[in-house]
Protein backbone atom coordinates (compact mmCIF):
# COMPACT_ATOMS: atom_id res chain seq x y z
CA UNK A 1 0.00 0.00 0.00
CA UNK A 2 2.79 2.28 0.58
CA UNK A 3 4.84 1.46 -2.42
CA UNK A 4 1.09 2.09 -4.08
CA UNK A 5 0.61 5.62 -2.59
CA UNK A 6 4.59 6.72 -3.24
CA UNK A 7 4.02 5.91 -6.98
CA UNK A 8 1.24 7.94 -7.16
CA UNK A 9 2.71 10.70 -5.70
CA UNK A 10 5.80 10.84 -7.44
CA UNK A 11 3.38 10.62 -11.08
CA UNK A 12 1.38 13.90 -9.36
CA UNK A 13 4.94 15.54 -8.78
CA UNK A 14 6.09 14.69 -12.22
CA UNK A 15 2.65 16.70 -13.62
CA UNK A 16 2.93 19.43 -11.23
CA UNK A 17 6.62 20.18 -12.00
CA UNK A 18 6.10 20.66 -15.82
CA UNK A 19 4.30 23.58 -14.58
CA UNK A 20 7.90 25.85 -14.57
CA UNK A 21 8.86 24.77 -18.41
CA UNK A 22 9.08 27.66 -20.46
CA UNK A 23 6.81 28.30 -23.04
CA UNK A 24 6.16 29.19 -26.51
CA UNK A 25 3.43 31.80 -27.15
CA UNK A 26 0.72 30.94 -29.78
CA UNK A 27 -2.76 32.99 -29.26
CA UNK A 28 -5.74 30.93 -27.93
CA UNK A 29 -8.21 30.22 -30.31
CA UNK A 30 -11.40 28.14 -30.08
CA UNK A 31 -12.97 27.78 -26.73
CA UNK A 32 -12.97 23.97 -25.06
CA UNK A 33 -15.98 22.02 -24.63
CA UNK A 34 -16.36 19.10 -22.88
CA UNK A 35 -19.67 16.08 -22.20
CA UNK A 36 -20.35 13.05 -20.71
CA UNK A 37 -19.62 10.68 -23.49
CA UNK A 38 -21.94 7.97 -24.96
CA UNK A 39 -21.48 4.40 -24.42
CA UNK A 40 -20.12 5.18 -21.07
CA UNK A 41 -17.33 7.27 -22.30
CA UNK A 42 -16.36 10.96 -21.99
CA UNK A 43 -16.18 13.44 -24.68
CA UNK A 44 -15.14 16.72 -26.08
CA UNK A 45 -16.33 18.55 -28.84
CA UNK A 46 -13.53 19.89 -31.00
CA UNK A 47 -15.13 21.66 -33.46
CA UNK A 48 -18.23 22.07 -35.13
CA UNK A 49 -19.17 23.54 -38.83
CA UNK A 50 -21.59 24.64 -41.38
CA UNK A 51 -22.60 24.38 -44.26
CA UNK A 52 -19.39 25.04 -47.03
CA UNK A 53 -18.78 27.70 -49.56
CA UNK A 54 -17.18 27.07 -52.70
CA UNK A 55 -15.87 29.19 -55.67
CA UNK A 56 -16.75 28.80 -59.43
CA UNK A 57 -13.88 25.89 -59.40
CA UNK A 58 -15.33 24.25 -56.27
CA UNK A 59 -12.20 25.82 -53.83
CA UNK A 60 -13.40 26.37 -50.71
CA UNK A 61 -13.99 29.87 -49.28
CA UNK A 62 -14.69 28.85 -45.98
CA UNK A 63 -13.21 26.15 -43.74
CA UNK A 64 -10.22 25.69 -45.98
CA UNK A 65 -7.13 26.28 -44.25
CA UNK A 66 -6.59 23.32 -41.71
CA UNK A 67 -4.72 23.69 -38.51
CA UNK A 68 -2.99 21.22 -35.92
CA UNK A 69 -5.14 20.27 -32.75
CA UNK A 70 -3.53 17.48 -30.23
CA UNK A 71 -6.61 15.47 -28.40
CA UNK A 72 -4.98 14.60 -24.84
CA UNK A 73 -6.16 11.91 -22.01
CA UNK A 74 -5.91 12.81 -18.95
CA UNK A 75 -2.34 11.65 -17.61
CA UNK A 76 0.77 12.86 -16.64
CA UNK A 77 2.20 11.80 -19.96
CA UNK A 78 0.50 13.78 -21.78
CA UNK A 79 0.45 16.99 -19.63
CA UNK A 80 4.26 16.73 -19.82
CA UNK A 81 4.06 16.39 -23.64
CA UNK A 82 1.25 19.53 -24.15
CA UNK A 83 3.36 21.44 -21.55
CA UNK A 84 6.40 21.40 -24.04
CA UNK A 85 4.44 22.67 -26.94
CA UNK A 86 1.66 25.35 -25.54
CA UNK A 87 2.04 28.94 -25.05
CA UNK A 88 1.17 29.84 -21.61
CA UNK A 89 -2.71 30.80 -22.47
CA UNK A 90 -3.37 27.58 -23.80
CA UNK A 91 -1.76 25.67 -21.15
CA UNK A 92 -3.60 27.68 -18.87
CA UNK A 93 -6.57 26.54 -20.27
CA UNK A 94 -5.78 23.25 -20.51
CA UNK A 95 -4.14 22.42 -17.15
CA UNK A 96 -7.04 22.29 -14.72
CA UNK A 97 -9.03 19.88 -16.85
CA UNK A 98 -6.59 17.74 -17.21
CA UNK A 99 -6.12 17.96 -13.44
CA UNK A 100 -9.78 17.02 -13.11
CA UNK A 101 -9.53 14.27 -15.14
CA UNK A 102 -10.84 15.88 -18.70
CA UNK A 103 -9.98 15.49 -21.51
CA UNK A 104 -8.85 18.54 -23.86
CA UNK A 105 -8.42 19.61 -27.65
CA UNK A 106 -6.60 22.14 -29.06
CA UNK A 107 -4.50 23.93 -31.43
CA UNK A 108 -0.53 23.39 -31.50
CA UNK A 109 2.02 24.92 -33.46
CA UNK A 110 4.98 23.40 -32.46
CA UNK A 111 6.49 20.30 -32.75
CA UNK A 112 4.56 18.22 -29.89
CA UNK A 113 7.37 15.11 -28.26
CA UNK A 114 5.95 11.51 -28.98
CA UNK A 115 3.08 10.58 -26.65
CA UNK A 116 0.86 7.82 -26.96
CA UNK A 117 -2.15 9.35 -24.92
CA UNK A 118 -2.15 12.63 -27.90
CA UNK A 119 -4.06 12.03 -30.50
CA UNK A 120 -2.94 14.63 -33.42
CA UNK A 121 -6.11 15.80 -35.44
CA UNK A 122 -6.83 18.51 -38.67
CA UNK A 123 -9.28 21.12 -37.47
CA UNK A 124 -10.47 23.63 -40.43
CA UNK A 125 -11.86 26.98 -38.44
CA UNK A 126 -14.73 28.86 -40.57
CA UNK A 127 -12.44 31.58 -41.33
CA UNK A 128 -9.01 31.89 -42.33
CA UNK A 129 -6.79 32.04 -39.70
CA UNK A 130 -3.03 33.23 -40.80
CA UNK A 131 -3.67 35.48 -43.40
CA UNK A 132 -6.93 37.56 -44.42
CA UNK A 133 -10.34 35.84 -45.26
CA UNK A 134 -10.92 35.77 -48.67
CA UNK A 135 -14.14 37.63 -49.44
CA UNK A 136 -15.03 38.44 -45.96
CA UNK A 137 -17.75 41.30 -46.91
CA UNK A 138 -19.45 39.28 -48.99
CA UNK A 139 -19.13 35.95 -46.79
CA UNK A 140 -20.09 37.51 -43.69
CA UNK A 141 -19.26 36.75 -40.25
CA UNK A 142 -21.38 35.03 -36.92
CA UNK A 143 -22.17 35.69 -34.09
CA UNK A 144 -21.19 34.25 -30.49
CA UNK A 145 -24.12 31.45 -31.01
CA UNK A 146 -23.15 30.20 -34.92
CA UNK A 147 -25.61 32.22 -36.30
CA UNK A 148 -25.24 34.20 -39.74
CA UNK A 149 -25.33 38.44 -39.01
CA UNK A 150 -23.74 39.66 -42.37
CA UNK A 151 -23.04 38.82 -45.82
CA UNK A 152 -24.36 36.11 -46.87
CA UNK A 153 -23.49 33.84 -44.13
CA UNK A 154 -26.84 35.74 -42.89
CA UNK A 155 -28.68 35.83 -46.16
CA UNK A 156 -28.08 31.87 -46.88
CA UNK A 157 -28.27 31.37 -42.44
CA UNK A 158 -30.38 28.05 -42.82
CA UNK A 159 -29.09 26.48 -45.87
CA UNK A 160 -25.69 26.28 -44.11
CA UNK A 161 -26.90 25.66 -40.60
CA UNK A 162 -28.90 22.70 -41.78
CA UNK A 163 -25.39 21.19 -43.20
CA UNK A 164 -24.06 21.41 -40.02
CA UNK A 165 -21.31 19.09 -38.58
CA UNK A 166 -19.54 17.88 -35.68
CA UNK A 167 -16.06 16.82 -34.89
CA UNK A 168 -15.45 15.46 -31.20
CA UNK A 169 -13.47 12.70 -29.78
CA UNK A 170 -14.30 10.45 -26.60
CA UNK A 171 -12.64 8.21 -24.55
CA UNK A 172 -14.23 5.43 -22.60
CA UNK A 173 -14.62 5.56 -19.03
CA UNK A 174 -15.71 3.84 -15.89
CA UNK A 175 -18.91 4.94 -14.02
CA UNK A 176 -17.13 7.28 -12.17
CA UNK A 177 -16.35 9.63 -15.12
CA UNK A 178 -12.57 7.97 -15.05
CA UNK A 179 -11.05 7.12 -18.22
CA UNK A 180 -10.16 3.02 -18.39
CA UNK A 181 -6.76 1.62 -18.46
CA UNK A 182 -5.46 1.15 -21.92
CA UNK A 183 -8.75 2.76 -23.45
CA UNK A 184 -7.74 4.72 -26.89
CA UNK A 185 -9.01 7.61 -28.25
CA UNK A 186 -11.58 7.78 -30.47
CA UNK A 187 -12.50 10.46 -33.09
CA UNK A 188 -16.39 11.13 -34.31
CA UNK A 189 -16.89 12.87 -37.31
CA UNK A 190 -20.63 13.49 -37.83
CA UNK A 191 -20.50 15.66 -41.23
CA UNK A 192 -17.70 17.53 -40.28
CA UNK A 193 -15.79 17.88 -43.69
CA UNK A 194 -19.55 17.85 -45.13
CA UNK A 195 -19.49 18.78 -48.97
CA UNK A 196 -23.14 20.11 -48.61
CA UNK A 197 -23.73 23.86 -48.90
CA UNK A 198 -23.57 26.67 -51.89
CA UNK A 199 -21.43 27.09 -55.09
CA UNK A 200 -20.95 30.91 -56.04
CA UNK A 201 -20.09 32.19 -59.61
CA UNK A 202 -17.16 34.02 -57.64
CA UNK A 203 -13.48 33.29 -58.69
CA UNK A 204 -10.84 32.52 -55.87
CA UNK A 205 -8.04 33.46 -58.53
CA UNK A 206 -9.92 37.01 -59.63
CA UNK A 207 -11.42 38.06 -56.02
CA UNK A 208 -7.72 37.44 -54.48
CA UNK A 209 -5.93 39.59 -57.20
CA UNK A 210 -8.56 42.12 -56.89
CA UNK A 211 -8.22 42.51 -53.47
CA UNK A 212 -4.48 42.61 -53.47
CA UNK A 213 -4.63 45.26 -56.40
CA UNK A 214 -6.61 47.54 -53.92
CA UNK A 215 -4.04 46.67 -51.45
CA UNK A 216 -0.92 47.26 -53.12
CA UNK A 217 -2.41 50.89 -54.79
CA UNK A 218 -3.79 51.41 -51.23
CA UNK A 219 -7.27 51.84 -52.31
CA UNK A 220 -8.90 52.46 -49.56
CA UNK A 221 -11.93 53.16 -49.05
CA UNK A 222 -13.05 51.67 -51.98
CA UNK A 223 -14.42 48.73 -54.16
CA UNK A 224 -14.00 46.79 -57.00
CA UNK A 225 -16.68 44.51 -58.94
CA UNK A 226 -15.23 41.61 -61.51
CA UNK A 227 -18.00 40.42 -64.25
CA UNK A 228 -17.76 38.29 -67.18
CA UNK A 229 -19.04 40.77 -69.67
CA UNK A 230 -21.25 38.12 -71.37
CA UNK A 231 -22.96 36.83 -68.26
CA UNK A 232 -22.78 39.12 -66.06
CA UNK A 233 -21.77 36.48 -63.09
CA UNK A 234 -19.71 37.82 -60.85
CA UNK A 235 -15.73 36.91 -60.09
CA UNK A 236 -15.00 39.57 -57.63
CA UNK A 237 -16.73 41.75 -55.41
CA UNK A 238 -14.44 43.37 -53.25
CA UNK A 239 -14.56 46.17 -50.45
CA UNK A 240 -12.16 47.94 -48.27
CA UNK A 241 -11.45 48.46 -45.43
CA UNK A 242 -11.68 45.20 -44.12
CA UNK A 243 -12.44 43.10 -41.27
CA UNK A 244 -11.45 40.01 -39.35
CA UNK A 245 -14.27 37.79 -38.80
CA UNK A 246 -12.49 35.89 -36.40
CA UNK A 247 -12.67 38.93 -34.37
CA UNK A 248 -15.03 41.43 -35.11
CA UNK A 249 -15.13 43.37 -31.83
CA UNK A 250 -11.97 44.99 -33.01
CA UNK A 251 -13.55 46.89 -35.91
CA UNK A 252 -17.23 47.58 -33.68
CA UNK A 253 -15.81 51.09 -33.34
CA UNK A 254 -13.84 51.87 -36.63
CA UNK A 255 -15.00 54.87 -38.32
CA UNK A 256 -13.78 53.94 -41.34
CA UNK A 257 -17.28 51.78 -41.87
CA UNK A 258 -15.07 48.10 -42.13
CA UNK A 259 -18.16 46.28 -42.36
CA UNK A 260 -19.43 47.88 -45.05
CA UNK A 261 -20.22 46.57 -48.74
CA UNK A 262 -18.69 49.42 -50.75
CA UNK A 263 -19.38 47.41 -53.73
CA UNK A 264 -23.06 47.39 -52.96
CA UNK A 265 -23.10 50.77 -51.86
CA UNK A 266 -24.56 53.93 -53.81
CA UNK A 267 -22.30 56.82 -54.57
CA UNK A 268 -22.22 59.92 -57.07
CA UNK A 269 -21.16 57.98 -60.48
CA UNK A 270 -18.73 60.98 -61.84
CA UNK A 271 -17.56 60.84 -65.81
CA UNK A 272 -18.01 57.32 -66.31
CA UNK A 273 -22.07 57.73 -66.56
CA UNK A 274 -21.25 59.71 -69.55
CA UNK A 275 -21.14 56.48 -71.88
CA UNK A 276 -24.60 56.00 -70.87
CA UNK A 277 -25.60 59.56 -71.98
CA UNK A 278 -23.89 59.26 -75.39
CA UNK A 279 -25.66 56.02 -75.74
CA UNK A 280 -29.16 57.54 -75.33
CA UNK A 281 -28.34 60.33 -77.51
CA UNK A 282 -27.37 57.59 -80.45
CA UNK A 283 -30.63 55.78 -79.96
CA UNK A 284 -32.27 59.11 -79.90
CA UNK A 285 -30.44 59.68 -83.51
CA UNK A 286 -28.43 62.29 -82.78
CA UNK A 287 -25.11 61.80 -84.55
CA UNK A 288 -21.82 60.97 -83.35
CA UNK A 289 -20.22 63.60 -85.78
CA UNK A 290 -22.48 66.45 -83.85
CA UNK A 291 -19.76 68.26 -82.54
CA UNK A 292 -20.71 71.45 -79.60
CA UNK A 293 -18.01 74.10 -78.34
CA UNK A 294 -15.98 74.02 -75.35
CA UNK A 295 -13.60 77.23 -73.80
CA UNK A 296 -13.55 75.78 -70.60
CA UNK A 297 -16.72 77.50 -68.89
CA UNK A 298 -20.12 77.22 -69.60
CA UNK A 299 -22.88 79.23 -68.20
CA UNK A 300 -26.56 77.20 -67.24
CA UNK A 301 -29.24 79.26 -66.14
CA UNK A 302 -26.80 81.65 -64.06
CA UNK A 303 -24.70 78.93 -63.15
CA UNK A 304 -21.29 78.52 -64.23
CA UNK A 305 -19.72 75.41 -64.92
CA UNK A 306 -15.72 74.38 -66.01
CA UNK A 307 -14.55 71.63 -67.93
CA UNK A 308 -11.45 69.82 -66.57
CA UNK A 309 -9.23 71.50 -69.35
CA UNK A 310 -9.23 75.21 -68.25
CA UNK A 311 -8.62 76.49 -71.89
CA UNK A 312 -11.63 74.32 -73.29
CA UNK A 313 -11.49 71.21 -75.65
CA UNK A 314 -12.48 73.30 -78.73
CA UNK A 315 -15.18 71.68 -80.98
CA UNK A 316 -14.87 67.59 -80.15
CA UNK A 317 -17.45 65.25 -82.13
CA UNK A 318 -19.01 62.77 -79.65
CA UNK A 319 -15.78 60.50 -79.39
CA UNK A 320 -13.70 62.97 -78.93
CA UNK A 321 -15.78 64.65 -76.51
CA UNK A 322 -15.94 60.85 -74.52
CA UNK A 323 -12.52 60.81 -75.27
CA UNK A 324 -10.88 63.95 -73.30
CA UNK A 325 -13.64 63.69 -70.76
CA UNK A 326 -15.75 66.93 -71.98
CA UNK A 327 -18.24 68.18 -68.94
CA UNK A 328 -19.05 70.77 -71.49
CA UNK A 329 -20.13 68.73 -74.49
CA UNK A 330 -22.07 66.68 -72.61
CA UNK A 331 -24.36 69.44 -70.88
CA UNK A 332 -25.14 70.37 -74.92
CA UNK A 333 -25.64 67.07 -76.00
CA UNK A 334 -27.96 66.27 -72.78
CA UNK A 335 -30.10 69.88 -73.65
CA UNK A 336 -30.47 68.54 -76.91
CA UNK A 337 -32.55 65.61 -76.25
CA UNK A 338 -36.15 64.50 -74.88
CA UNK A 339 -35.61 64.03 -71.04
CA UNK A 340 -38.29 61.04 -70.94
CA UNK A 341 -36.45 58.18 -73.35
CA UNK A 342 -33.26 59.36 -72.02
CA UNK A 343 -34.08 58.52 -68.53
CA UNK A 344 -36.26 55.92 -70.06
CA UNK A 345 -32.85 54.01 -71.07
CA UNK A 346 -31.17 55.14 -68.31
CA UNK A 347 -33.05 52.31 -66.17
CA UNK A 348 -32.98 49.64 -68.84
CA UNK A 349 -29.38 49.85 -67.66
CA UNK A 350 -30.08 48.76 -64.72
CA UNK A 351 -29.43 52.31 -62.60
CA UNK A 352 -32.49 52.89 -60.19
CA UNK A 353 -33.19 49.37 -59.40
CA UNK A 354 -31.91 47.08 -56.86
CA UNK A 355 -29.59 44.23 -57.73
CA UNK A 356 -30.94 40.74 -55.38
CA UNK A 357 -27.63 38.88 -55.59
CA UNK A 358 -28.91 36.53 -52.84
CA UNK A 359 -32.52 36.30 -50.49
CA UNK A 360 -32.36 39.43 -48.39
CA UNK A 361 -29.02 40.60 -50.07
CA UNK A 362 -27.87 42.62 -52.61
CA UNK A 363 -27.13 45.63 -54.68
CA UNK A 364 -28.63 48.60 -53.53
CA UNK A 365 -31.09 50.69 -56.08
CA UNK A 366 -29.41 54.23 -56.04
CA UNK A 367 -30.96 56.93 -57.53
CA UNK A 368 -32.27 58.74 -60.76
CA UNK A 369 -33.62 61.77 -60.85
CA UNK A 370 -37.22 62.20 -62.39
CA UNK A 371 -38.16 64.69 -65.72
CA UNK A 372 -39.29 66.99 -63.35
CA UNK A 373 -36.02 67.55 -61.49
CA UNK A 374 -34.19 67.68 -64.86
CA UNK A 375 -36.27 70.60 -65.92
CA UNK A 376 -34.29 72.51 -63.59
CA UNK A 377 -31.51 73.40 -65.65
CA UNK A 378 -28.57 73.12 -63.47
CA UNK A 379 -29.75 69.33 -62.06
CA UNK A 380 -29.78 68.28 -66.15
CA UNK A 381 -26.24 69.60 -66.56
CA UNK A 382 -25.57 67.25 -63.51
CA UNK A 383 -26.77 64.53 -64.56
CA UNK A 384 -25.35 64.57 -67.86
CA UNK A 385 -21.75 64.14 -66.19
CA UNK A 386 -23.28 61.61 -63.79
CA UNK A 387 -23.30 64.24 -60.55
CA UNK A 388 -26.18 65.95 -58.84
CA UNK A 389 -29.34 63.42 -57.39
CA UNK A 390 -27.76 60.66 -59.38
CA UNK A 391 -26.73 57.22 -57.69
CA UNK A 392 -25.09 54.70 -58.34
CA UNK A 393 -23.97 51.69 -57.16
CA UNK A 394 -19.80 49.83 -58.21
CA UNK A 395 -21.76 46.80 -59.08
CA UNK A 396 -24.60 48.83 -61.11
CA UNK A 397 -21.51 50.56 -63.39
CA UNK A 398 -20.08 47.06 -63.73
CA UNK A 399 -23.61 45.37 -65.32
CA UNK A 400 -24.26 48.19 -67.51
CA UNK A 401 -20.85 48.61 -68.58
CA UNK A 402 -20.93 44.82 -69.43
CA UNK A 403 -24.34 45.70 -71.68
CA UNK A 404 -22.08 47.95 -73.63
CA UNK A 405 -19.46 45.66 -74.02
CA UNK A 406 -21.70 42.82 -75.49
CA UNK A 407 -23.80 43.88 -78.13
CA UNK A 408 -26.26 46.13 -76.20
CA UNK A 409 -27.47 43.13 -74.04
CA UNK A 410 -28.11 43.70 -70.01
CA UNK A 411 -28.15 40.10 -67.87
CA UNK A 412 -29.01 40.83 -64.44
CA UNK A 413 -25.84 39.67 -62.19
CA UNK A 414 -25.66 36.65 -60.72
CA UNK A 415 -23.73 35.22 -57.48
CA UNK A 416 -24.81 32.12 -57.03
CA UNK A 417 -23.97 28.81 -58.85
CA UNK A 418 -25.94 26.00 -57.22
CA UNK A 419 -26.41 24.53 -54.28
CA UNK A 420 -24.31 21.22 -53.24
CA UNK A 421 -25.51 18.65 -51.40
CA UNK A 422 -23.58 16.04 -49.14
CA UNK A 423 -22.45 13.97 -51.91
CA UNK A 424 -20.73 16.71 -54.17
CA UNK A 425 -24.27 16.64 -56.25
CA UNK A 426 -24.99 20.50 -57.77
CA UNK A 427 -28.34 21.73 -57.96
CA UNK A 428 -28.23 25.11 -60.52
CA UNK A 429 -29.66 27.98 -58.47
CA UNK A 430 -32.35 29.72 -60.21
CA UNK A 431 -31.50 32.73 -61.42
CA UNK A 432 -33.61 36.15 -61.46
CA UNK A 433 -33.89 38.89 -63.63
CA UNK A 434 -33.58 37.48 -66.75
CA UNK A 435 -32.25 39.81 -69.93
CA UNK A 436 -32.95 42.68 -72.06
CA UNK A 437 -31.94 44.01 -75.70
CA UNK A 438 -30.91 47.43 -74.05
CA UNK A 439 -29.50 49.27 -77.05
CA UNK A 440 -29.04 48.18 -80.38
CA UNK A 441 -25.80 46.23 -81.41
CA UNK A 442 -25.20 49.28 -83.56
CA UNK A 443 -24.63 51.70 -80.43
CA UNK A 444 -23.25 49.69 -78.28
CA UNK A 445 -20.40 49.02 -80.81
CA UNK A 446 -20.02 52.73 -81.30
CA UNK A 447 -19.80 52.87 -77.88
CA UNK A 448 -17.56 50.52 -77.83
CA UNK A 449 -14.74 51.83 -79.53
CA UNK A 450 -15.03 55.53 -78.47
CA UNK A 451 -13.98 53.58 -74.73
CA UNK A 452 -11.18 52.03 -76.31
CA UNK A 453 -10.56 55.18 -77.58
CA UNK A 454 -10.76 56.73 -74.30
CA UNK A 455 -7.93 54.19 -72.92
CA UNK A 456 -5.68 54.11 -75.94
CA UNK A 457 -5.87 58.06 -76.25
CA UNK A 458 -8.21 59.58 -73.89
CA UNK A 459 -8.28 60.32 -70.02
CA UNK A 460 -7.81 56.55 -69.82
CA UNK A 461 -5.02 55.68 -70.40
CA UNK A 462 -3.53 54.62 -66.96
CA UNK A 463 -5.71 51.65 -67.23
CA UNK A 464 -4.50 50.27 -70.57
CA UNK A 465 -2.80 46.41 -69.75
CA UNK A 466 0.44 45.97 -70.80
CA UNK A 467 -0.65 43.59 -73.49
CA UNK A 468 -3.17 44.24 -75.78
CA UNK A 469 -5.99 46.83 -74.85
CA UNK A 470 -9.10 47.49 -72.89
CA UNK A 471 -12.21 50.25 -73.35
CA UNK A 472 -13.50 52.03 -70.50
CA UNK A 473 -14.05 55.54 -68.97
CA UNK A 474 -12.60 57.28 -65.81
CA UNK A 475 -14.48 59.03 -63.27
CA UNK A 476 -13.68 62.03 -60.56
CA UNK A 477 -17.22 63.11 -58.99
CA UNK A 478 -17.67 65.20 -56.22
CA UNK A 479 -19.00 64.00 -52.83
CA UNK A 480 -20.60 67.25 -51.38
CA UNK A 481 -18.42 66.11 -48.17
CA UNK A 482 -15.66 68.51 -46.50
CA UNK A 483 -12.48 67.30 -44.66
CA UNK A 484 -11.40 69.53 -41.60
CA UNK A 485 -9.64 71.89 -43.81
CA UNK A 486 -12.42 72.54 -46.13
CA UNK A 487 -11.69 70.26 -49.10
CA UNK A 488 -14.12 68.62 -50.43
CA UNK A 489 -13.64 64.35 -50.69
CA UNK A 490 -13.74 63.29 -53.84
CA UNK A 491 -15.07 59.71 -55.22
CA UNK A 492 -13.13 58.64 -57.93
CA UNK A 493 -13.63 54.99 -60.65
CA UNK A 494 -13.38 53.96 -63.30
CA UNK A 495 -15.20 51.76 -65.62
CA UNK A 496 -13.73 49.20 -68.39
CA UNK A 497 -13.72 45.87 -70.54
CA UNK A 498 -11.11 43.36 -71.65
CA UNK A 499 -9.66 42.12 -74.31
CA UNK A 500 -10.83 45.47 -76.27
CA UNK A 501 -11.59 43.53 -79.49
CA UNK A 502 -13.32 40.75 -77.77
CA UNK A 503 -14.86 41.20 -74.46
CA UNK A 504 -14.77 39.03 -72.04
CA UNK A 505 -14.70 40.91 -68.63
CA UNK A 506 -15.49 43.67 -66.84
CA UNK A 507 -14.15 45.75 -64.28
CA UNK A 508 -15.72 48.84 -61.88
CA UNK A 509 -13.31 50.41 -59.43
CA UNK A 510 -14.54 52.87 -56.98
CA UNK A 511 -12.26 55.12 -54.54
CA UNK A 512 -13.81 57.91 -51.60
CA UNK A 513 -11.46 60.65 -50.87
CA UNK A 514 -9.06 60.39 -53.93
CA UNK A 515 -7.68 62.61 -56.54
CA UNK A 516 -9.11 61.64 -59.97
CA UNK A 517 -10.34 58.16 -61.64
CA UNK A 518 -6.94 58.13 -63.92
CA UNK A 519 -4.66 58.56 -60.79
CA UNK A 520 -6.53 56.35 -58.25
CA UNK A 521 -8.63 53.55 -60.14
CA UNK A 522 -6.92 53.32 -64.01
CA UNK A 523 -3.62 51.85 -62.33
CA UNK A 524 -6.01 49.42 -60.41
CA UNK A 525 -7.80 47.83 -63.65
CA UNK A 526 -4.87 47.64 -65.34
CA UNK A 527 -3.00 45.50 -62.66
CA UNK A 528 -5.99 43.36 -62.64
CA UNK A 529 -6.19 42.97 -66.11
CA UNK A 530 -2.40 41.99 -66.12
CA UNK A 531 -2.75 39.60 -63.57
CA UNK A 532 -5.77 38.06 -65.23
CA UNK A 533 -3.90 37.51 -68.00
CA UNK A 534 -0.72 36.57 -66.51
CA UNK A 535 -3.32 33.53 -65.44
CA UNK A 536 -4.91 33.05 -68.74
CA UNK A 537 -7.34 34.40 -68.61
CA UNK A 538 -7.71 36.24 -71.64
CA UNK A 539 -11.01 35.50 -73.42
CA UNK A 540 -9.00 34.70 -76.30
Given at each position: ???????????????????????????????????????????????????????????????????????????????????????????????????RGGLVALPVDTQLPPCEDIRLLQVYPRYAQRQKQLAAHLIGHLDGSGQGVSGLEKSL???????????????????????????????????????????????????????????????????????????????????????????????????????????????????????????????????????YGCEGMLDVGGRVFRCNREEGHGWPDLSGALEQSCNLYFIQLAQAMEPQPMLDLIASFGFGESQPLAPGYGGGSGNVPDAGALAVPGELANFSFGQGQLLGTPLQMAVATACLANGGVLRAPALIQATVDAAGEETPWPREGGERQVISPETAEALRQMMISAVEQGSGQ??????????????????????????????????????????????????????SGAADCGPVFQRIANAMAAEGMTGE
Amino acid sequence: MAKRALIVFFLFAAFAGVLGLQMIRIPLTLPLQAGSGRRGGMSIVVDSSRGAIYDRRGERLVQAQPLSYAAAKPTPAAAQALRAALSEQRWQAAEERLARGGLVALPVDTQLPPCEDIRLLQVYPRYAQRQKQLAAHLIGHLDGSGQGVSGLEKSLDGLLRDASGELSVRLASDALGRALTGAELELSDEGYRSRAGIQLTIDARVQRIAEEAMELHGLEPGAVVVLDAATSEILALASSPGFDPNNVAASLEDPGGPFLNRALQAYPIGSTFKCFVAAAALEQRIPATRRYGCEGMLDVGGRVFRCNREEGHGWPDLSGALEQSCNLYFIQLAQAMEPQPMLDLIASFGFGESQPLAPGYGGGSGNVPDAGALAVPGELANFSFGQGQLLGTPLQMAVATACLANGGVLRAPALIQATVDAAGEETPWPREGGERQVISPETAEALRQMMISAVEQGSGQSARPETGSAGGKTATAQSGTFDAFGQELLLTGFAGFFPAENPRYVISVLRQNGVSGAADCGPVFQRIANAMAAEGMTGE
